[in-house]
């Protein structure tokens, strides 16, 4: 079945860069995606990749997609105490637009 | 502005009465979602609709009803047949293209005593 994986938690020191990775099963979906969501808030879209490109940058955020083993990061740098949130990877697989979302890694960024 | 607004933020219900939860959007998008988000385990659909007076069930619709009878809104209605309904509810909207991605409202926290 469908299934997006993602480690629960990641602690980071600020400046340092962070890594957040994620699995998914479905080799037909065509974008993913990594959103953000701050505590009490609802998600934002950081950014997403066509399943076509191998990475993608966008200021501090780089993403790479390895599409042969199904993974996805999400890479931060410089990372600073603003970041701390739970960061949710994300697949769409069908042509509905229903999305399949991990269950977020939360990122704690120490000073 | 344009965006995605639920109201109200947080709301409290007695057990074994219904809540509605208002979901509205002025992106002009023609897909709307419902998630349910519980700590630890990601987001849940409950239901989704991509057009005006058409819905379909999630995962996890049972407990739930939904209507959408306005491109702009989708209210979802947490009836008492729901056995754990205290979450965090999520809204969104997406265009309905596939290079399109969807786009959240600010929650809703349902408390039932």
């Known amino acids: 079945g469908e299934d997006v994986e993602q480690s629960l938690f990641l602690s980071v020191r600020e400046g340092d860069s962070s890594v957040i990775n994620c699995t998914y099963t479905?080799?037909?979906?065509?974008?993913l995606y990594w959103y953000k969501q701050e505590p009490g808030a609802g998600l934002q879209l950081l950014t997403y990749?066509?399943?076509?490109?191998d990475m993608k940058q966008d200021q501090r955020l780089t993403v790479l997609l390895n599409k042969k083993d199904k993974h996805l990061s999400l890479r931060i740098a410089d990372t600073q105490t603003g970041d701390s949130a739970i960061y949710f990877c994300?697949?769409?697989?069908?042509?509905?637009?229903?999305?399949?979302f991990g269950k977020g890694t939360k990122l704690s960024v120490k000073p | 502005d344009g965006g995605i607004t639920q109201s109200p933020k947080y709301l409290f219900r007695k057990e074994g009465q219904n809540v509605t939860l208002s979901c509205e959007q002025n992106?002009?998008?023609?897909?709307m979602y419902w998630y349910r988000q519980d700590p630890g385990q990601g987001l849940r659909l409950i239901y989704y609709?991509?057009?005006?007076?058409?819905?379909q069930k999630g995962d996890i619709a049972e407990g739930y009803s939904v209507s959408r009878e306005k491109k702009e809104s989708f209210p979802l209605t947490v009836t008492s047949a729901q056995k754990n309904p205290t979450a965090f509810y999520l809204c969104?909207?997406?265009?309905?293209?596939?290079?399109?991605?969807?786009?959240f409202g600010p929650g809703t926290r349902l408390t039932v005593l």
């Open positions: 994300a697949e769409n697989p069908g042509s509905q637009g229903n999305l399949i």
């Open positions: 479905d080799s037909s979906s065509t974008y």
């Open positions: 990749i066509f399943s076509n490109m």
């Open positions: 992106l002009n998008h023609d897909a």
């Open positions: 609709s991509q057009i005006v007076n058409d819905f």
């Open positions: 969104a909207s997406m265009t309905g293209s596939k290079t399109d991605t969807q786009y």
